[in-house]
């Protein structure tokens, strides 16, 4: 059947007796241009392994299922279990895997399911829970490249430079740990029920970690503090968090070779790396 076809997917729902759950960031896609580029670009293709998450009625999946060698799908409905079965059902190389994507082992499941291949990420993910799973992928260190549809708002937090309006405590964990990119939007028509928002496609190619940072947790410490007093200046922000006067703390703004009345949100990671080693030596 035809996957993205609306008639054929309520005629399927239907049958099925299947409902959305809005608490599960269920909008599924009705338009075939959408899985197809985003499968493209995932960079799935012999040789990848892909960690799908949340494949609703496996419009993605199948298009994943046709480009790589081996699909792990992950669906905490289980009302959406004998579709999958039925919608998959021509595809060899597709496991669906029940259960929470943040419950997971994902180390276990890479290696079980993944062997002797790179192991990626490509999902339409449910909305909620964006930020933590994203987190949890990072963090992982186990996939060469993730590529997901967020919301746009999301997209943009995700790639955001230094000093522009979207950026914040997101923006730098995620370039962190990868590059990232904006890739295309996607307008809310294209999904079933509509969305309240646009969405977009980002892709996040983890890297080492940038070796100017030389104590991670201090580093995000630092960032965290920085942008939870957004409106207050830097020195302000870090006095809230840090257990050092203001006098000392100034000075390790001015040793960072920064200007006293800066805001975090102006900084980068060399900046951020730079104020977090001045801070160490203070504390
Ligand atoms: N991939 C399908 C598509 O593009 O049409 C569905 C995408 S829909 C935005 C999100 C999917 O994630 C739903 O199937 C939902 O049931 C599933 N989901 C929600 N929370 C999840 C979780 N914690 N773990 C795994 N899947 C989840």
Known sequence: ?????????????????????????????IEEWVPRDIADASGAGPGAGVLEIGPGIGPLTAQLAQRADRVAA?????????????????????TVIPGDVMKLDLPA????????????????LPYNITTPVLTLLLESGLFSAITVMIQKEVAQRVCAAPGSKDYGAF??????YAKTALLFEVPRE??????????????????????????????????????????????????AAFPLSKEALAQCIAQAGLPAD???ERLGIPEFARLADEIKKSL
């Open 109 to 124: 499941l890479v290696e079980a399911q993944f062997p002797g291949l790179t192991a990626m990420v490509c999902a339409n």
């Open 171 to 176: 923006s730098l964990l995620c370039q962190y």
């Open 74 to 94: 992950v669906e905490l409905d289980t009302a959406l279990l004998p579709i999958l079965t039925e919608t998959l059902s021509g595809f060899g190389n597709v």
């Open 262 to 264: 800066i805001r975090g």
């Open 1 to 29: 059947m035809n996957l993205c076809n609306i008639n054929e997917i309520k005629a399927l729902l239907s049958r099925h007796g299947f409902h959305f759950s809005k608490s599960l960031g269920q909008n599924f896609l």
């Open 190 to 239: 294209c999904f079933l029920p509509a969305p309240k928002v646009t969405s977009a496609v980002v892709r996040l190619t983890p890297c080492p970690p940038p070796e100017c940072v030389h104590d991670p947790a201090l580093f995000f410490q630092v960032v965290r503090a920085a942008f939870a007093l957004r409106r207050k200046t830097l020195l302000n922000a870090l006095s």
